[in-house]
């Protein structure tokens, strides 16, 4: 998982890279993602995703025989994540878009696309849940790139273009009944522009791995509730402010659960796993 190759990293300055953002049009609400992080701190945080994508991230860094002597951890909805950090790098800084997860882990609250990192300071950085909730992308990872040091590991998971597949056609079913049609479920990042994003960016040898959890459900509150305490519930700031209507909600449901099997309702959550590197010094 080194690099072969050396090349340059294409950096932006962070004023130009502030110019950037500023022609992105706000897909998401940032304030509103910081609130559903904090609401799932307080109902108590379903981890099994996270977690998942965690210990993978952790298995692919201990994979590298290496040491790190500083990592910077982007999401971190558990705060025992930077001590168990603690056998593969010297120390682990926390950024956290939700304020309550952040000082439970030692943190600081972050907007990736609209925050200044130190320059060169870490040469570890993993990226868990959180990127794919951003208006510009591209910016938050050239500002990335801007925090390390050449050689270093850049890890972590985006949510993927097949996630959640049963709420989807079930949000259909609910415009379909309320006879309105409103944005419901985020867009994603599809696999195949993983790797460009991240060389774009200026990071060199990019693997990407695709995992496919199926989860069953016993009924559509149950996915619902899942999500609220995941912090993933609609951020979009496009979305209706209109509460749905008992009936859309009902129709939803039914939707949902018609599609179940054995009493369960099997969706998809699309973990898009990758791994990239500075470029070396020359």
């Given at each position: 998982?080194?690099?072969?190759?050396?090349?340059?990293?294409?950096?932006?300055?962070?004023?130009?890279?502030?110019?950037?953002?500023?022609?992105?049009?706000?897909?998401?609400?940032?304030?509103?993602?910081?609130?559903?992080?904090?609401?799932?701190?307080?109902?108590?945080?379903?981890?099994?995703?996270?977690?998942?994508?965690?210990?993978?991230?952790?298995?692919?860094?201990?994979?590298?025989?290496?040491?790190?002597?500083?990592?910077?951890?982007?999401?971190?909805?558990?705060?025992?994540?930077?001590?168990?950090?603690?056998?593969?790098?010297?120390?682990?800084?926390?950024?956290?878009?939700?304020?309550?997860?952040?000082?439970?882990?030692?943190?600081?609250?972050?907007?990736?696309?609209?925050?200044?990192?130190?320059?060169?300071?870490?040469?570890?950085?993993?990226?868990?849940?959180?990127?794919?909730?951003?208006?510009?992308?591209?910016?938050?990872?050239?500002?990335?790139?801007?925090?390390?040091?050449?050689?270093?590991?850049?890890?972590?998971?985006?949510?993927?273009?097949?996630?959640?597949?049963?709420?989807?056609?079930?949000?259909?079913?609910?415009?379909?009944?309320?006879?309105?049609?409103?944005?419901?479920?985020?867009?994603?990042?599809?696999?195949?522009?993983?790797?460009?994003?991240?060389s774009n960016a200026g990071f060199a040898?990019?693997?990407?791995?695709?995992?496919?959890?199926?989860?069953?459900?016993?009924?559509?509150?149950?996915?619902?509730?899942?999500?609220?305490?995941?912090?993933?519930?609609?951020?979009?700031?496009?979305?209706?402010?209109?509460?749905?209507?008992?009936?859309?909600?009902?129709?939803?449901?039914?939707?949902?659960?018609?599609?179940?099997?054995?009493?369960?309702?099997?969706?998809?959550?699309?973990?898009?796993?990758?791994?990239?590197?500075?470029?070396?010094?020359?």
């Amino acid at each position: 998982m080194t690099p072969t190759r050396e090349t340059s990293i294409r950096r932006l300055s962070l004023p130009r890279c502030h110019r950037t953002s500023r022609g992105v049009a706000a897909l998401f609400d940032m304030q509103l993602r910081a609130m559903r992080r904090d609401r799932a701190a307080r109902l108590g945080p379903e981890l099994f995703l996270y977690e998942r994508v965690f210990e993978d991230c952790l298995e692919r860094i201990e994979l590298t025989s290496r040491r790190f002597e500083s990592a910077l951890l982007i999401g971190c909805p558990d705060p025992q994540w930077p001590r168990r950090l603690a056998h593969v790098t010297a120390g682990t800084e926390v950024r956290e878009p939700g304020p309550l997860f952040a000082r439970a882990a030692g943190g600081e609250p972050v907007i990736e696309d609209a925050w200044e990192p130190r320059a060169a300071a870490h040469d570890l950085v993993l990226g868990i849940g959180t990127l794919d909730s951003i208006n510009d992308l591209p910016l938050a990872l050239n500002l990335v790139g801007h925090a390390m040091r050449p050689g270093g590991l850049f890890i972590g998971a985006f949510s993927g273009g097949n996630t959640l597949p049963q709420l989807r056609a079930a949000m259909r079913a609910a415009d379909a009944s309320a006879g309105t049609a409103s944005p419901h479920v985020h867009p994603r990042i599809e696999a195949a522009a993983v790797a460009p994003l991240l060389s774009n960016a200026g990071f060199a040898n990019p693997v990407i791995d695709i995992d496919q959890v199926e989860v069953g459900y016993p009924s559509f509150d149950r996915l619902i509730a899942d999500l609220r305490r995941m912090g993933t519930t609609n951020i979009l700031s496009d979305r209706s402010c209109e509460p749905m209507t008992g009936a859309a909600y009902a129709a939803a449901k039914l939707h949902f659960e018609n599609a179940a099997r054995d009493g369960r309702t099997v969706e998809i959550f699309e973990v898009l796993h990758f791994a990239c590197w500075t470029a070396q010094q020359s």
